[in-house]
């Protein structure tokens, strides 16, 4: 039986998870966290088989919270699971070495199937993800302007482009006001941009938000 460690920062959602994984006698959730913080202590400390992690996690954020994953425990596999279409962070998180990534909306049974293929060694997209991926594989179209963000200027470009402030911008990513400022100049310099009104029209024509 593979010992889960389930990631969100929703009650809810970690019950939701655990009674779908209880009705298959492959796994048990041996552990919850609720922070970016907790899901590395429990790293830490114990040892698992995956990790369901949600990409917005307070904190550090999910995204941060895999990179050090991937530096304490190479081989342990993470199983993104976001509220963000697959398009708008699949490639990014399966670049940083997450082993799959399922959105909130998916059926539990194909948590069940995700889950099971990332515990094997496998990795796991879904059909449409897949032929998404090989889709812009095999295109010669120029690399996008936002694909040449960082992930937290990626992620900061986003939640702009939601109509977020930098302050509550910097609340949600526990960062300072001056370092989200600093974001949003950068972001500014690498899309050749001079307003964050650019940067929110950008992010919708592009489908990044939504």
């Known amino acids: 039986m593979h010992k889960i460690l389930v990631a969100d920062d929703h009650a809810v959602v970690r019950k939701g998870l655990i009674e779908i994984l209880k009705k298959s006698s492959d796994f048990v959730v041996k552990g919850e966290a609720d ?30 919270v895999l990179k050090q994953l991937r530096l304490l425990r190479p081989q342990l596999p993470v199983l993104i699971l976001s509220v963000h279409p697959e398009d708008q962070y699949a490639q990014r998180v399966l670049k940083a070495g997450a082993a799959g990534y399922l959105t909130k909306d998916s059926a539990p049974e194909e948590l069940l199937v ?79 941009m001079k307003t964050s009104a650019e940067i929110m029209r950008y992010a919708i024509e592009k489908g990044l938000v939504g």
Do not use: F
Not at 120 to 138: D, F, Q, R
Not at 163 to 186: D, F, P, V
């Open 114 to 192: 995700a889950l099971r293929k990332v515990c094997a060694g496998g990795k796991y997209v879904s059909p449409t993800l897949a032929e998404w991926l090989v889709e812009s594989i095999g295109t010669d179209r120029d690399q996008p302007p936002h694909e040449i963000l960082s992930d937290r200027e990626y992620e900061v470009m986003r939640l702009m482009a939601e109509g977020l402030t930098l302050s509550e911008i910097a609340n949600r990513l526990s960062l300072s006001i001056k370092t989200i400022s600093t974001y949003r100049t950068r972001i500014l310099e690498k899309l050749n």
């Open 35 to 64: 922070s970016a913080e907790q899901v590395l202590e429990k790293i830490y400390h114990d040892t698992w088989d995956a990790v369901i992690l949600d990409l917005s996690m307070p904190g550090k954020g999910g995204m941060e």
